[in-house]
């Protein structure tokens, strides 16, 4: 997908600087720190969660990576409660 995105020149020409020093394309800068940035915000959402909220996406997760073409009958759920 190619979008334009207006910068400002100082960051543009900081960005060349640093491509060229770790020998790498702009393109693949930005999306490293991109993708930096993202990281840093979840791990810090993850840690203002309460735990009750982080059960609850533990949960979640678990759920995503369980097979839903698995049954479980009525009765085996019940039994495991008890």
Known sequence: MRKNIDMDERV???????????ETSVKSLMEKAISF???VKE???L?????EEKE????????????REDVVSREDVMSALD
């Open 43 to 45: 791990k810090e959402r």
């Open 37 to 39: 940035y993202v990281e």
């Open 12 to 22: 543009l020409t900081k960005l060349k600087l640093l491509s060229a020093f770790e």
């Open 56 to 67: 609850d996406l533990g949960l979640l997760l678990l759920m995503q990576q369980s097979d």
């Open 47 to 51: 840690k203002s969660l309460s735990d």
